[in-house]
């Protein structure tokens, strides 16, 4: 899987933001925000294929969670990616 790379994770003031640049008019219900963790990941993951265990390997890491709550926060954090259509097809 991959990120939708015409997306672009912005930071105003302490939110983290997703955007589509090519729309003419924003449309703020097709903006997302992000936690510092999904932020975190949204830029170590943008342009690369990756799969779920690329996930948990960076969120035990960065985390020093276990790799079962990695697990669990990488599965929500796709199906909330897919739902919203933030990868690509």
Same mark, same amino acid.
């Given at each position: 899987? /991959? &990120?939708?790379?015409?997306?672009? &994770?912005?930071?105003?003031?302490?939110?983290? +933001?997703?955007?589509?640049?090519?729309?003419?008019?924003?449309?703020?219900?097709?903006?997302?925000?992000?936690?510092?963790?999904?932020?975190? &990941?949204?830029?170590?993951?943008?342009? /690369?294929?990756?799969? +779920?265990?690329?996930? +948990? /390997?960076?969120?035990?890491?960065?985390?020093? +969670?276990?790799?079962?709550?990695?697990?669990?926060?990488?599965? /929500?954090?796709?199906?909330?990616?897919?739902?919203?259509? &933030?990868?690509?097809?």
């Amino acid at each position: 899987m /991959k &990120l939708r790379d015409d997306l672009v &994770l912005r930071h105003v003031g302490e939110d983290h +933001i997703i955007v589509d640049p090519n729309q003419g008019v924003v449309d703020m219900s097709k903006v997302f925000t992000l936690n510092d963790s999904a932020a975190w &990941l949204w830029e170590a993951l943008i342009g /690369k294929e990756f799969e +779920i265990d690329v996930i +948990i /390997k960076l969120l035990v890491g960065q985390y020093g +969670i276990t790799e079962e709550q990695a697990e669990h926060d990488a599965n /929500k954090l796709i199906e909330l990616f897919e739902q919203n259509d &933030l990868l690509t097809p």
